[in-house]
């Protein structure tokens, strides 16, 4: 499956944003998706999965109450919608997905085996 991220930009704090990851290749129902962030300087961070479209949703701390994962399996596009936005939530974005993901690994970037090409979001304060 190849993944291609859009949508990021920059927004003041406070803002929303709404990243887009569209999947080719192979329908997204039966994979695990999610998206991580990176930040100058810091490592690969797990922002939010679900393991299968309508099962449960994952979010680090970090974005909980803010930030919602979500499919249209018609478009067979994932979506990160991202409100109340911080200066710390700036970052590059990748979505990621895997077929064969063990549930104990959502969180785990080296879990996912396929990855889109990032998006950066600026939150200026």
């Known amino acids: 499956v190849q993944l291609q991220a859009y949508g990021g930009g920059l927004v003041q704090a406070g803002g929303s944003l709404r990243l887009s990851c569209a999947a080719s290749g192979r329908t997204i ?67 990621a997905a895997d077929r064969n993901l063990i549930l104990g690994n959502i969180r785990q970037s080296d879990a996912y085996a396929y990855w889109g090409q990032g998006t950066q979001v600026t939150v200026s304060s």
């Open 29 to 95: 129902t039966t994979y695990a998706m999610a998206w991580f962030r990176q930040a100058p300087g810091k490592e690969r961070e797990f922002v939010a999965a679900n393991r299968r479209s309508g099962q449960t949703e994952y979010y680090s701390d970090s974005v909980k109450g803010r930030f919602t994962i979500s499919r249209d399996n018609a478009k067979n596009t994932v979506y990160l919608q991202m409100n109340s936005l911080k200066p710390e939530d700036t970052a590059v974005y990748y979505c």
